[in-house]
């Protein structure tokens, strides 16, 4: 079945740790985006792309870092997790190649981080 | 860039009443206004979008509206029920052939519908 799936769903880290957040897509999308959460709240963009090597800041780059080496795999990287980067982070994808509308923009589950 | 405003931030009815949520856009190049619903630990879900071209569409219970000359468009949600009790995100962004940029979210309204 065509889906987003996040891992890990909840995350409990260090302050200064490294943490990689996963995303893959079978949408067979071309265009996917990374926000940050907090439960109920704004929706803040912080990378996104719209095809295989490239990608873009958003408002809150939130000093992470993505890539786009397959199309269907987006990871975000926090090099040094701190507390202001508690919060829920979903990602996103849309365009080109995907069984719903051109435009409609879907959501994974979301990846829970806590870092203390 | 894009600016979206939404109002309320905080909407309560009673069950059975409607609900109207409001939002603005500052950019005359967007062509595209979703509208998200998000229930309380769960993804955000589209239950309804507009493109430019058109000034009104419903589903059920549900219709968005678009005033394209005053960059405005809003969601009205008839007889209300509790399980439409969530947060609803607006959007817009343009998309298609002459370009895409991501879409920028308004801040959200929490709807309480009371039974």
């Known amino acids: 079945e065509a889906d987003i799936y996040q891992t890990p769903r909840y995350l409990v880290i260090g302050t200064g740790k490294k943490i990689t957040l996963e995303c893959s897509q079978t949408?067979?999308?071309?265009?996917m985006y990374w926000y940050q959460q907090d439960p109920g709240m704004e929706l803040h963009l912080i990378h996104y792309s719209y095809g295989v090597n490239s990608t873009e800041k958003g408002d809150l780059s939130s000093e992470s870092t993505v890539s786009r080496i397959r199309t269907e795999h987006f990871p975000l990287t926090l090099e040094s997790a701190r507390p202001s980067h508690t919060s829920q982070y979903l990602c996103?994808?849309?365009?080109?190649?995907?069984?719903?509308?051109?435009?409609?923009?879907?959501f994974g589950p979301g990846t829970r981080l806590t870092v203390t | 860039g894009e600016n979206v405003e939404q109002h309320p931030s905080t909407l309560s009815v009673q069950e059975g009443d409607s609900a109207v949520i409001k939002c603005t856009y500052s950019?005359?190049?967007?062509?595209?206004f979703p509208w998200y619903k998000q229930e309380l630990g769960k993804r955000p879900q589209l239950i309804i979008d507009?493109?430019?071209?058109?000034g009104e569409k419903k589903d059920q219970r549900i219709a968005v509206t678009l005033n394209k000359t005053a960059k405005h468009f809003s969601l009205h949600i008839t007889e209300t029920q509790p399980e439409d009790s969530a947060v609803y995100f607006c959007?817009?962004?343009?998309?298609?052939?002459?370009?895409?940029?991501?879409?920028?979210f308004g801040k959200g309204t929490r709807l309480s519908v009371i039974a």
């Open positions: 959007a817009a962004s343009r998309a298609g052939i002459s370009g895409n940029t991501p879409l920028v």
């Open positions: 507009i493109r430019s071209n058109v």
């Open positions: 949408m067979g999308h071309d265009k």
């Open positions: 950019d005359s190049a967007s062509n595209y």
């Open positions: 996103a994808s849309s365009g080109v190649g995907g069984p719903r509308s051109f435009y409609e923009q879907y």
